[in-house]
């Protein structure tokens, strides 16, 4: 049955059901070729704003002696180019996010088996209570479906990527949907799958419930002509297959926080918003070359990002998809 609003334009769908009204059209369409917003870095919004711990290696060089040696002059700055996302799971979920990046991190010197998520510090939330919200979430949501991407993981060992892949398991229970050559939203509620999870680790083989890691397309550039321009270059030589991420996320350089210290990486941004999104405008989902599927952004709920990823599916519903391999 078509949904009684499938008429009204995409962009104007209730955020938190949208997957649920799309037209009847879209609903055998392999997800790998709509357009679907995502999170970039997911779980900031609740970092430690008490942690003490060394400033994780995936930062700068300098950024980490700086911290190591004035922690209480360069805390501050880390915490404001550290958030990405202002709004909790739930709030990012209700706005039409159905892509999550979750790095997920053991704390230093932490004797239990906590596990939390991290971008230069780590959060005050554990892994398994925001998994049990999404879980809350999904009930009351049951023809949504999220992508979970579990990545950049920082001091786990082999027992606790076992004990994660036993948590995710325990939480999600059947609305996990195992690996498989097509998905599609119809596919997916008939088998009542909401969950695909995306594991970044060798683990992932030995667990048809986990799917191999999906790409994300990092430009690596601090500037939003620099990062168009980029993945117009990547575009030229086709997609991924499957499932592929595109980050519109632009990479905050020590350089540029020294010389801004008044200003934070939502500053930044927000004021890249209107070009990168007039960009994303012009993508065209569904075809094998030089198209897009899942498309990140930073602070994704204070701007126009979701429903505008999500109004390019009305191009797919006069075209022809072609089938997954």
């Given at each position: 049955m078509t949904s009684a609003i499938s008429q009204v334009p995409l962009s104007e769908l209730p955020m938190d059901n949208w997957m649920g009204n799309l037209p009847s059209a879209l609903w055998d369409t392999p997800l790998c070729y709509m357009a679907i917003p995502?999170?970039?870095?997911?779980?900031?919004?609740?970092?430690?704003?008490?942690d003490r711990s060394p400033v994780d290696l995936t930062q700068p060089d300098m950024l980490q002696k700086l911290d190591k040696y004035m922690k209480p002059i360069i805390r501050p700055f880390v915490y404001k180019w550290a958030i990405a996302q202002?709004?909790?799971?739930?709030?990012?979920?209700?706005?039409?996010?159905?892509?999550?990046?979750?790095?997920?991190?053991?704390?230093?010197?932490?004797?239990?088996?906590?596990?939390?998520?991290?971008?230069?510090?780590?959060?005050?939330?554990?892994?398994?209570?925001?998994?049990k919200e999404i879980r809350e979430w999904l009930d009351v949501h049951p023809k949504e479906v999220v992508i979970l991407s579990f990545s950049h993981f920082l001091d786990l060992n082999q027992e606790l990527h076992t004990l994660l892949v036993s948590t995710i398991k325990s939480?999600?229970?059947?609305?996990?949907?195992?690996?498989?050559?097509?998905?599609?939203?119809?596919?997916?509620?008939?088998?009542?799958?909401?969950?695909?999870?995306?594991?970044?680790?060798?683990?992932?083989?030995?667990?048809?419930?986990?799917?191999?890691?999906?790409?994300?397309?990092?430009?690596n550039k601090c500037k939003a002509e620099a990062l168009i321009e980029e993945f117009e270059r990547r575009k030229q030589n086709g997609r991924p297959g499957g499932f592929f991420v595109t980050g519109i996320n632009l990479t905050e350089d020590?350089?540029?926080?020294?010389?801004?210290?008044?200003?934070?990486?939502?500053?930044?941004?927000?004021?890249?918003?209107?070009?990168?999104?007039?960009?994303?405008?012009?993508?065209?989902?569904?075809?094998?070359?030089?198209?897009?599927?899942?498309?990140?952004g930073d602070f994704v709920t204070g701007s126009q990002f979701i429903p505008t990823v999500i109004a390019l599916n009305e191009n797919l519903l006069n075209r022809t998809i072609i089938p997954e391999p």
């Open positions: 995502g999170s970039h870095n997911a779980i900031t919004y609740c970092l430690d704003k008490n202002e709004s909790c799971i739930r709030e990012q979920l209700d706005c039409g996010v159905r892509y999550c990046d979750l790095r997920i991190a053991h704390r230093p010197n932490d004797s239990s088996n906590d596990l939390y998520f991290y971008h230069g510090v780590y959060t005050t939330m554990t892994v398994e209570k925001v998994l939480v999600f229970d059947s609305k996990l949907c195992p690996r498989m050559e097509r998905v599609t939203l119809q596919t997916l509620w008939s088998q009542g799958h909401q969950v695909i999870v995306s594991y970044e680790d060798n683990i992932a083989n030995w667990h048809r419930e986990l799917w191999l890691h999906i790409p994300y397309w990092w430009a020590l350089k540029y926080i020294c010389s801004h210290p008044t200003e934070s990486l939502k500053d930044v941004v927000m004021s890249t918003y209107p070009m990168l999104l007039s960009w994303v405008k012009q993508q065209q989902p569904g075809s094998n070359t030089g198209s897009l599927n899942i498309i990140a």
